[in-house]
């Protein structure tokens, strides 16, 4: 039977020393990690024993004698000889399906990590592409156990969250199967706090939408410019000054590849060299602001100033709009 073996350094096994080209026998019978000597049929096996580093001595080796496993995997034979050294590159190339890996077991490409399936990775058991963190089946992740995409946090199923235990999207808090909440163990979507079923609340244990105090289950009338008022949150979202405020310039997240990466921004996000980019946050300016207001129809401009309690100053304050153009 042939097969591989790994060697410390100096060709020793368990204190034994063996040189290439040479038959070595055992008195009686073989028994696995007690009596003979030890080989694998896959050399990638022979690594669960000894460390994967290049030091390490490899060798192919044929059992001249009789041969048991207790698992298939390692087997050991009372007669072994060692014949051909293997030098460090081949044995990557045997280890690894892929091309150009310096890992050990992968069957993707270009990846420094071990185990991996997919390409580009430096982390471990990786089915998707460009992780740097381990067993993710989503791309371009740099936590752990994401099957989503974009993730920096850990075992989410969503995408692009920061946080971790997410199934939703966005989030930069843990346990939401919502989406884009900064709190924790929300179902609900901008939840900036915790344990709500409801949207975009910022007190905890919510199931209404927009309170800011605790275990409510209806949502509280609107405020406009300070001043309270008898509208609902489905009556704003369904008016007309909510539907042309929507279309007013945000920050946005935006994927900057790494070849389009400035010298700064390679520094500050070492994860490029494995992710090929990272997320950015893209700001607004008030010279965009501005060509937006300017941009309305003098309908839609009207529509936004009958907004209960309207007040231009109040409204430039918090949308960074120049007041001289809204009066």
Request: with cysteine; glycine share 12%; aromatic share 10%.
């Amino acid at each position: 039977m042939i097969g591989y073996k790994v060697f410390e350094s100096d060709w020793t096994c368990r204190g034994f020393k063996y040189e290439i080209g040479k038959t070595y026998h055992h008195e009686g019978m073989p028994v696995c990690c007690q009596e003979g000597f030890h080989f694998c049929k896959k050399l990638a096996d022979c690594f669960d024993y000894y460390p994967f580093v290049s030091t390490n001595k490899i060798a192919f080796v044929e059992s001249r004698g009789a041969v048991v496993s207790d698992d298939n995997k390692k087997f050991c034979t009372n007669a072994i000889k060692i014949l051909a050294e293997i030098d460090w590159h081949t044995g990557l190339e045997l280890v690894n399906t892929g091309q150009a890996c310096t890992g050990l077991c992968n069957s993707g490409n270009r990846n420094s990590g071990n185990r991996n399936s997919g390409n580009c990775n430096s982390g471990n058991w990786n089915s998707g592409n460009r992780n740097s963190g381990n067993r993710n089946s989503g791309n371009r992740n740099s936590g752990n156990r994401n099957s989503g995409d974009w993730n920096s946090g850990d075992s989410n199923s969503g995408n692009c969250n920061s946080g971790n235990r997410n199934s939703g999207d966005c989030n930069s808090g843990d346990c939401n199967s919502g989406d884009c909440n900064s709190g924790t163990w929300n179902s609900g979507d901008y939840n900036s706090g915790d344990c709500n079923s409801g949207n975009c609340n910022s007190g905890d244990w919510n199931s209404g939408n927009c309170n800011s105090g605790f275990f409510n289950t209806t949502t509280p009338k609107l405020r406009f410019f300070d001043v309270e008022t008898d509208i609902s949150l489905q009556e704003w979202m369904d008016s007309d000054a909510y539907y042309v405020m929507r279309t007013m310039p945000t920050p946005t997240n935006m994927w900057i590849l790494i070849e389009d990466m400035t010298i700064e921004e390679k520094i500050l996000h070492e994860e490029s060299e494995t992710t090929g980019g990272y997320l950015k946050k893209v700001e607004v300016t008030t010279e965009q602001l501005d060509g937006w207001w300017q941009g309305l129809s003098d309908q839609d401009k009207a529509v936004i100033k009958n907004i209960p309690n309207f007040d231009a100053q109040k409204f430039a304050q918090i949308t960074g709009i120049s007041e001289e153009l809204i009066d």
